[in-house]
């Protein structure tokens, strides 16, 4: 069973990484960036600002830093290092069928060695929860939008070869799960003690 499951994974990420081009190979670097998305995370702040005051956006970042923290320790440093799954661009039998980012100094984009699950999906579907979870009362399509955006950052992942889909959709499992978590049982508990500005 679990040999046909790797198979499956290996087909996925065989078929997607194939469909390579100059200007995808570009455009999923971009989108794989964590700096690209910055504004992203200003937007979100914003908003938190914007419709519940200073106090509600200071309690919003703080919470939404330590999700991600979380998401991020527990997805780089604790399952990466136990289960230690190499990444398909680690594989012996997939690292010369697939196509890499390349930088200007002609090396290549492979990620570490160990890829499940990933750090990519859980943090960004962290965040992507937490705030959507914050935000949908006064933007009800929201949080969907947010999840599309951290669905789109983790095809790009299998797309420059470094992740599987099962890493992705545990990682995106993990994050979904404690972005949630913190929105309700830490940030709920703390705004519940802010009084309305």
């Known amino acids: 069973m ?25 455009a999923m670097w971009i989108i794989s960036g964590k700096l690209t998305w910055i504004p992203l995370y200003v937007l979100m702040l914003f908003l938190a600002f914007h419709h519940h005051g200073w106090k509600h956006a200071v309690a919003f970042l703080v919470v939404g830093v330590l999700s991600v923290a979380i998401a991020d320790q527990m997805s780089s440093h604790l399952l990466k290092e136990l289960i ?5 661009s680690h594989h012996a039998l997939l690292t010369d ?10 090396s290549f984009y ?21 705030a959507g979870l914050h935000l949908r009362k006064k933007y009800p399509r929201i ?3 947010f999840l599309i955006i951290a669905s ?8 420059l070869g470094v992740h599987y889909l099962s890493d992705l959709v545990c ?7 404690i972005g949630w978590g ?4 830490v940030f709920l508990t703390i705004v519940k003690r802010i009084p309305e500005e």
């Open 110 to 130: 492979k990620g570490g060695m160990y890829g499940f699950v990933s750090s990519h999906a859980a943090n960004f579907f962290a965040i992507c929860t937490f």
């Open 182 to 185: 913190m929105y309700r049982f």
């Open 2 to 26: 679990m040999e046909y499951l790797e198979g499956i994974d290996r087909s996925i990420v065989l078929a997607v990484n194939s469909w390579h081009s100059p200007f995808w190979d570009e």
């Open 84 to 88: 230690m799954r190499y990444r398909p």
């Open 171 to 177: 990682g995106a499992a993990l994050g979904t799960l």
């Open 152 to 159: 789109l950052v983790a095809y790009s992942r299998i797309y």
């Open 97 to 106: 069928k697939l196509h890499f980012y390349q930088f200007e100094d002609g």
């Open 143 to 145: 949080l969907l939008v």
